[in-house]
């Protein structure tokens, strides 16, 4: 039994009258990857800002490497090495790909305005440092040749490997990427599959928000699945595909 | 100074390119030594004065630029900050209260007092973004206004409407900018003394500003502007570095203060109006915002434009008509205007933006400008 690396305790979240979240509770394991799946409109896009601290949660709390995680200070969680990427990809569109990894390095280092200013030898080594690092991502995620482009200029596809390699630039212990082959055609969300793995094999554990069944259902180890703010299923994919409130979940309760 | 920063930019990256930049630089420097001497002995000292200013306005935007060019954080209220090292000069060498510290010790402080005051104005307004901003920061300028042109009473702080006046002149080592200094039999006019003073700090400057760039700081200033969400999920405390920017900026802004109550010897709140906050808004905005050459191409456009204007527009009319139709004044800021729309119209990107906001105004891609290069 490996270790429990992310453990989330009866996390809600209202917006007005709405139960956006309600008690979800799941764990996730070192090293696997993990899927959460679930209509439109379950959650899972509201437990992944709960989980990053871009909403404060309503109730529960999230226990991350044995400590509890804070609440609403998305800064302090990816210090604690949770990265994300976004459903509607939020990279920082004008500056080059390059800066855009740049960047997420920012939460391992340290320089401040007196290195900025007179390059001290600590602040030159950690821009060399960094520079090279952001290097390696860009190979890593297979986007090097674009490295000087803006990165308002990628192709989609591209786009969302420069998110992943930003969010790998804050050396993560898990990576949480919401529906990171949406609007990807086959060869793509083939080579997304690829570097999903190679992710997991380097040690991060992956937290997978998406609505390609056949992704989700290839790639992942274990499954939760959301609907109306309420985990209904968790377990691996072979179980959940066959669970009968999944399947009333996804096609409506008359079909099951 | 644009050679310099070329020079500067150069020197990173190639050994070749780095010894035309050095000659650049010997050659720029060797400029603006002697640009005083000219603009004295061409135009008078009336322009000098001008050119002074120029520097000082360079100063101001450039700090501005922190806060609205890397950081995106429109800030209308900007000339406070320019009072505050103004005023404090003013304050702590005159006879108003008899103090006469020396510039080294006022000047510094004028730098750590406005970005108190910098921070002070960030901190309220930390979760606005864009009008609201704007509104906060204009009213934040016009309250520091207000104060200064009030607090003659109970109490005499600021010496109201009346301002302060009979301000010690800048002076270095026990030599006073105010009078002529000679060297080794040279003469240096107090104006051309105060011309190179104020070179070598807007030159230290603009090296902070190109040196934050960057930085790791720099970065996440921008990456603030680009996508607030997305910088705090990178990591970055998008709290303290906002304030690292307000207070970064405004810290220019008191330095240029501090330089004008001494050079000027007269402080009056009439000086530090929203006109001038919005000027110098104009000036990062037009000459190409977040780009230091463009910015500082814009601080000097934007001082001696209307100077040109207010000079040139009499001699042209009465060369034309024979007699003055427009009062000069007037028409100053009408023909001033007109050149600002034009800008705007044919340069949306300011005079001389970064390469990275050219090609966002003009939508380019980049695939198109490899095939043409």
């Known amino acids: ?256 | 100074m644009m050679g310099f920063l070329a020079s500067f930019e150069a020197l990173r990256h190639d050994k070749r390119a780095a010894i035309a930049a050095i000659a650049a630089t010997v050659a720029m420097g060797i400029v603006l030594a002697v640009f005083p001497f000219i603009v004295g002995s061409a135009l008078g000292n009336s322009w000098l004065r001008i050119v002074d200013f120029a520097m000082l306005y360079i100063m101001l935007a450039l700090g501005l630029n922190i806060v609205v060019g890397f950081a995106g954080l429109l800030d209308m209220g900007y000339i406070a900050f320019y009072a505050v090292g103004a005023y404090l000069y003013a304050l702590l060498a005159s006879p108003h209260f008899g103090l006469h510290l020396p510039v080294w010790l006022i000047i510094p402080a004028g730098a750590v007092l406005a970005g108190i005051f910098g921070a002070l104005l960030g901190a309220p307004t930390l979760r606005l973004r864009g009008d609201y901003l704007a509104i906060v920061t204009l009213g934040f300028g016009e309250i520091v206004r207000i104060f200064l042109n009030n607090l003659n009473a109970p109490v005499n702080i600021t010496n109201g409407p009346q301002g302060i006046s009979g301000i010690d002149p800048i002076h270095l080592g026990g030599i006073t900018l105010a009078k002529p200094i000679s060297v080794l039999g040279f003469t240096i006019p107090s104006l051309h003394a105060y011309y190179y003073l104020f070179l070598v700090l807007a030159l230290g400057i603009v090296f902070v500003t190109i040196r934050l760039e960057n930085s790791r700081i720099g970065r996440a200033w921008v990456a603030i502007r680009e996508d607030e969400i997305a910088a705090k999920s990178c990591g970055i405390n998008t709290r303290n570095i906002k304030l690292l920017a307000f207070t970064m900026g405004a810290s220019f802004g008191g330095v240029a203060g501090g330089l004008f109550a001494g050079f000027q010897g007269f402080v009056s709140p009439e000086s530090f109006n929203l006109m001038e906050s919005v000027m110098v808004l104009c000036m990062v905005v037009l000459g190409g915002m977040g780009n230091i050459p463009g910015v500082i191409l814009g601080g000097i456009l934007l001082t001696v434009l209307p100077e040109v204007f207010r000079h040139g527009a009499g001699p042209v009319q009465m060369a034309l008509f024979g007699k003055i139709l427009l009062d000069p004044e007037a028409l100053r800021m009408l023909l001033f205007g007109l050149a600002l729309v034009v800008v705007m119209l044919y340069r949306p990107a300011g005079l001389w933006p970064s390469t990275t906001r050219r090609r966002e105004f003009k939508g380019e891609s980049t695939d198109v400008l490899k095939e043409g290069e």
Do not use: W
């Not at chain 1, 939460?107 to 290097?135: C, K, L, N, P, S």
């Not at chain 1, 989700?216 to 309420?230: F, I, S, T």
């Open chain 1, 1 to 256: 039994m490996s270790s429990v690396l992310l453990d989330a305790r009866a996390i809600a979240k209202h917006f007005g009258g709405v139960k956006a979240l309600h008690d979800v509770s799941l764990s996730i394991n070192q090293g696997e990857i993990y899927g959460l799946i679930g209509p439109n409109g379950a959650g899972k896009t509201t437990f992944f800002n709960v989980l990053t601290g871009l909403y404060h949660p309503d109730g529960g709390e999230l226990i991350f490497a044995g400590e509890k995680l804070p609440a609403s200070a998305p800064h302090k969680v990816a210090k604690r090495g949770i990265a994300r990427t976004f459903q509607n990809i939020r990279l920082f569109a004008n500056m080059s790909a390059m800066e855009n990894v740049m960047v997420g390095c920012h939460v391992r280092t340290h320089a401040g305005v007196f290195g900025a200013v007179v390059h001290d030898r600590r602040t030159t080594a950690e821009e060399v440092a960094i520079r090279r690092r952001a290097e390696e991502l860009l190979h890593y995620v297979n986007i090097a040749d674009r490295a000087d482009d803006l990165a308002r200029h990628l192709s989609y596809g591209d786009q969302r490997r420069l998110e992943i390699a930003r969010a790998l630039a804050t050396d993560p212990k898990l990576l949480a990427l919401d529906e990171p082959a949406a609007g990807m055609n086959g060869t793509e969300t083939e080579a997304l599959r690829e570097l999903i793995e190679g992710i997991r094999k380097d040690g991060i554990t992956v937290l997978l928000i998406e609505h390609d069944v056949k992704l989700v259902m290839g790639l992942c180890d274990r499954v939760a699945v959301l609907d109306y703010g309420e985990k209904i299923c968790e377990d691996v994919p072979a179980v959940v595909q066959k669970d009968p409130k999944v399947i009333e979940a996804y096609l409506g309760g008359s079909l099951a």
